[in-house]
């Protein structure tokens, strides 16, 4: 069963002179196992998005189910697992065990359960057992964006929901980051992302949702967004689109470097038979 | 400018972060500083006005020494810094006291004070927001508040530390331009960030791993050594453009900036053969 949403809406300050509409008549749907990312600018309404998916934010009208549940159930906030921006800043406890044991402690697992799932999260994450009686804080900012990442998972969440999981961390930290998000959309997790990095995200995504001005203006495969070119782009699939419409024939969908080389190469050739 | 004479330093209790540093950065340049997480380049910058001082060799900043506490605040009127998060930057109720903050710690005239917070709105655009709260600020007006703040100050050397990584792209690019504007005005500028995309425009990058200078020298040179460093990652334009070479197709460095230029300038190649 997927998230669902329905023609949903959603204002802030509703009915005060600062009432901002944030979404407009959006209509999504999220299946189990995609690795969906939300691109937009800033104020596009993609955090707010996210937050009805476990119901933190309550839609003014249209709906929200969640494998067929009202967000505000108890269920709900088990099985959508959300990271927000800086997940750093979320991290308040004295130990790495003891912060990813939290979610588990609050739910009322068992001591045994509750160990069993701080270790599967942990090693979700690659993190070594060692790290578990350090202080969170001790930590690089990598291994300290994957220990939220674990006090996440420790849920066993089916949907797992990030807001720019990556920014500000650097390159090494950023790769140990998608890895980790890799191997947990390969087990199962259902894994959607608000981003603005194009480039170490297009490698995982299966689908793409584009948001403007709070509406939902494009949803569909990686491949269909690529071919659409009506969002932000990485930079290869940018010059891909530029290439093609100087009128070499290349293939817009490329977005690796490999792949890239491999279009001009062709396109090279194509060109000196022709002359 | 400024010269770090066999500088280290470590923070209490814990390791070094800066280990011998030599570097000298000439009036007018623009130096990039890249390097992980942990590499010194943000504890190398808190050098740059005495924010830190060294523990061993020295920092001097057009002659004075930062050690020497009575120099201090002639030296920041030099070097000012940029720092990653502007929110925490903020000290004024609305964007025009926090523009005037500098200008009056430096005991300035009140109306000497009120013509650089003007002048300053207007350059950098802020003039629609001076009566608003920083706080109420998006992410890149606020970094381009936290900048102006700094430029009240008419220092003579900008530090910028990892200003952009919190700011979506477009307005990463925006306050980038600005920066670039002010290299043009003769300003020195020192720019920290792990995004090598970021440094087209500089005149010298040096590489930090665990508080030391590892490489140093021009953008293109030192990021066709680059390829397989693990820490850093490579813009993929420039990375394509490395393999496009060995492939006998050659884009020179300045046409990779954009997607734009490169492929002007491959169709170039491709007509002439």
């Known amino acids: ?275 | 400018m400024i010269r770090l004479e066999n500088v280290s330093y470590s923070y209490p209790g814990g390791t070094p972060a800066l280990r011998n540093i030599n570097l000298e950065i000439e009036e007018g340049e623009f130096l990039g500083i890249i390097g992980r997480n942990g590499s010194g380049k943000s504890t190398l910058a808190l050098h740059l006005n005495g924010l830190l001082r060294p523990e061993k060799g020295k920092v001097t900043v057009r002659g004075l020494d930062t050690r020497d506490f009575a120099r201090l605040p002639e030296i920041r009127k030099l070097v000012g810094i940029v720092f990653q998060n502007p929110e925490t930057q903020f000290v004024g109720r609305t964007v025009e006291e926090d523009l005037a903050f500098g200008p009056e710690n430096l005991c300035l005239s009140p109306a000497e004070i009120r013509v650089r917070v003007d002048r300053v709105l207007a350059e950098t655009g802020l003039e629609k927001y001076r009566h608003r709260s920083p706080k109420t600020l998006s992410g890149g007006q606020g970094q381009c508040t936290a900048l102006a703040g700094v430029l009240t100050m008419e220092p003579e050397c900008l530090v910028f530390d990892e200003v952009t990584s919190m700011l979506d792209p477009g307005s990463g690019t925006a306050v980038l331009k600005r920066i670039e504007g002010l290299r043009e005005k003769g300003k020195t500028i020192v720019y920290v960030t792990h995004n090598l995309e970021e440094l087209h425009a500089a005149d010298r990058v040096i590489v930090m791993e665990q508080g030391k200078i590892v490489r140093e020298g021009q953008p293109e040179k030192l990021f066709s050594d680059l390829p397989g460093d693990p820490g850093l990652a490579l813009p993929s334009l420039i990375e394509l453009a490395a393999q496009l070479r060995a492939h006998g197709i050659h884009v020179p460095w300045e046409k990779t900036r954009s997607p734009e230029t490169f492929a002007e300038e491959i169709c170039r190649l491709f007509s002439k053969t």
């Not at chain 1, 920014?167 to 191997?183: N, Q, S, W, Y």
């Not at chain 1, 969002?231 to 792949?259: I, Q």
């Open chain 1, 1 to 275: 069963m997927p998230i669902i949403l329905k023609n949903v809406n959603f204002a802030y300050a509703k009915k005060t002179p600062l009432e901002t509409p944030a979404l407009r008549d959006i209509n999504l749907r999220i299946e189990k196992g995609e690795f969906v990312g939300i691109f937009g600018e800033k104020g596009a309404g993609k955090s707010t998005l996210m937050k009805l998916f476990n119901g933190l934010l309550r839609q003014d009208s249209g709906s929200v189910s969640v494998d067929g549940l009202d967000p505000s159930s108890r269920e709900v906030k088990r099985k959508v697992g959300m990271l927000f921006q800086q997940a750093a800043d979320q991290l308040f406890c004295r130990t790495v065990h003891e912060e990813i044991a939290f979610g588990p402690t609050n739910f009322g697992f068992s001591k045994e359960e509750t160990e069993e799932r701080v270790l599967e999260a942990l090693k979700a994450v690659s993190l070594d057992r060692e790290v578990l009686l350090r202080s969170p804080f001790s930590l690089s900012g990598g291994e300290m964006q994957r220990v939220a990442l674990a006090s996440a998972l420790a849920l066993r969440p089916d949907y797992l929901v990030l807001d720019e999981p990556i920014t500000g961390l650097d390159p090494g930290g950023k790769t140990e980051t998608l890895e980790a998000l890799k191997r947990i959309r390969e087990q199962g997790t259902t894994v959607v992302t608000v981003t603005h990095n194009l480039k170490g995200f297009f490698p995982l995504l299966e689908r793409v949702v584009l948001m403007q001005e709070g509406r939902i203006v494009f949803q569909g495969s990686r491949e269909e967004y690529l071919e659409a070119g009506c969002g932000p782009l990485p930079p290869v699939a940018s010059l891909m689109r530029e290439l093609k419409n100087r009128g070499l024939p290349v293939n817009p969908a490329a977005f690796t470097v490999k792949a890239a080389l491999e279009e001009i190469l062709k396109a090279k050739s194509a060109f000196e038979e022709k002359t």
